[in-house]
């Protein structure tokens, strides 16, 4: 099982749309969750961090289960700005550190009008 | 809008050509990352200096020199690359990830696009 698992996409979605990610991590001993974006030939941003049970921010909303190892990330009324692919991101504690961050593959967002 | 400057934004070098890249960063962060980033795929790190110390090599090449010569600045020093070396080179900062305390969020630089002709 690779480590930090996305669906690839791409996602097309309409202008206003809702749409939700999922990634899957295999470290159960893993703590810290976030989620970036990244622009075509950009750097990553990050977009939210997910800490505990969740969190949202505007139209962004990030859910952790720390049981089934799985975070997600909704996006409300999508905007024609919101087209990135974002990138699942999990730390693995490694050596009695928290280790370093791990990148999903990332999934990939167009939104169209 | 980042506080992670890199440059030189692109860079074109032969094999036999040695160069740097340069990374600053303003946030008082003593976390510095080098990451590699190849088209459609994640980033990769390559190396972690905590307060200037090289804490993580993920068994790169030696022909990548990384030096931390203060706690604003990393750089990357390149030699006799090869064309797969080819990508974008990422540097990230963020606040010490100590052993016990929560990894903190890393924030990125623009990159430096390299091509190794």
């Known amino acids: 099982r690779k480590e930090v698992e996305q669906d690839p996409g791409p996602f097309n979605v309409p202008e206003g749309a809702t749409v939700a990610f999922n990634c899957t991590y295999s470290?159960?001993?893993?703590?810290?969750f976030f989620w970036y974006r990244q622009d075509c030939r950009k750097e990553p941003k990050l977009l939210m961090s997910v800490y505990s049970s969740g969190n949202e921010d505007g139209r962004f909303t990030a859910q952790l289960n720390r049981a089934s190892q799985y975070i997600s990330l909704l996006i409300r009324d999508s905007k024609l700005s919101d087209s990135a692919t974002y990138l699942c991101v999990v730390n693995t504690p490694y050596g009695g550190s928290q280790g370093n961050l791990i990148f999903g593959k990332g999934t990939k967002l167009s939104v169209k009008p | 809008d980042t506080e992670v400057t890199q440059t030189p934004k692109h860079l074109v070098m032969g094999m036999t050509n040695k160069k740097s890249l340069k990374c600053e960063q303003h946030m008082g962060h003593r976390a510095m990352y080098w990451y590699k980033q190849k088209a459609k795929k994640p980033p990769e790190l390559m190396f972690v200096?905590?307060?200037?110390?090289?804490?993580i090599n993920e068994s790169v090449p030696s022909r990548f020199s990384p030096e931390c010569p203060n706690s604003s600045l990393l750089n990357l020093h390149l030699h006799a690359l090869q064309p797969e070396d080819s990508a974008l080179y990422l540097c990230a900062s963020s606040q010490d990830s100590l052993a016990g305390v929560l990894p903190y969020e890393q924030y990125f630089g623009p990159g430096t696009r390299l091509t190794v002709t």
């Open positions: 470290n159960s001993a893993s703590q810290s």
């Open positions: 200096y905590s307060y200037e110390k090289l804490s």
